[in-house]
């Protein structure tokens, strides 16, 4: 913890992502742009709701400041997920942003 962070509490992020590897460059990239936070990820749809419910193995989850919330996701699609956040703010008033890559070839 540096001058800038004392005193502060670190940023809740919850990362809905399935590639494991957008997951690490997500966590690098926080790491280097010195974010003070907390990354929670949830693998897909069904995990992201769970967390944001506070359910099963979530039932002690940290309510999420900010959720980056991947479109494409198995299971349940970001899509799903975030028609059912918006449609409920008790579960979360965080902040939600969409993100998806489009693949070309």
């Given at each position: 913890m540096d001058d800038a962070t004392k005193g502060s509490r670190p940023v809740e992020i919850l990362l809905v992502e399935d590639n494991p590897g957008d997951e690490r460059l997500t966590r690098e990239a926080l790491k280097e742009g010195k974010v003070y936070s907390n990354l929670h990820w949830a693998k897909d749809g069904v995990e992201a709701m769970e967390f944001l419910?506070?359910?099963?193995?979530f039932a002690n989850a940290i309510r999420p400041d900010i959720i980056l919330l991947d479109l494409n996701l198995p299971k349940k699609d970001g899509r799903e997920v975030l028609e059912e956040i918006k449609s409920d703010r008790r579960k979360t008033g965080a902040k939600c942003w969409r993100r998806s890559r489009a693949i070309r070839s």
């Open positions: 419910r506070r359910t099963g193995r």
